[in-house]
């Protein structure tokens, strides 16, 4: 029986959503494109997008974890490792 409790994590759909919350083209967001120096990011965004992470996700992400929300990489290997622990 497939587990159905935590949404799969596809890079593709990340980008997107990371793209979505910044207002920015899709192509500009690449794996290592560092948000605050990159894209830009103020405190605010980044909050954002956690926010967004935590909602679509359904994980919580700790204090200590945010430092890990540089990059698309980054951010995905936070969920992946997260979205693996919930199971």
């Known amino acids: 029986m497939p587990e159905t409790t935590a949404p799969a994590l596809d890079k593709e759909e990340l980008r997107d ?22 894209l830009e990011v103020d405190s605010l965004m980044a909050l954002e ?28 290997e936070l969920l992946a490792d997260k979205l693996r622990a919930a199971r």
Not at 17 to 38: G, I, K, R, W
Not at 49 to 74: D, H, M, N, P
């Open 49 to 76: 997008i956690v926010v967004r992470l935590e909602k679509e996700y359904g994980v919580r992400l700790a204090e200590s974890e945010l430092a890990s929300i540089t990059s698309l990489l980054g951010t995905y």
């Open 17 to 38: 959503l990371v793209a979505d919350v910044l207002d920015l083209d899709v192509a500009e967001v690449t794996d290592s494109a560092h948000f605050m120096e990159d």
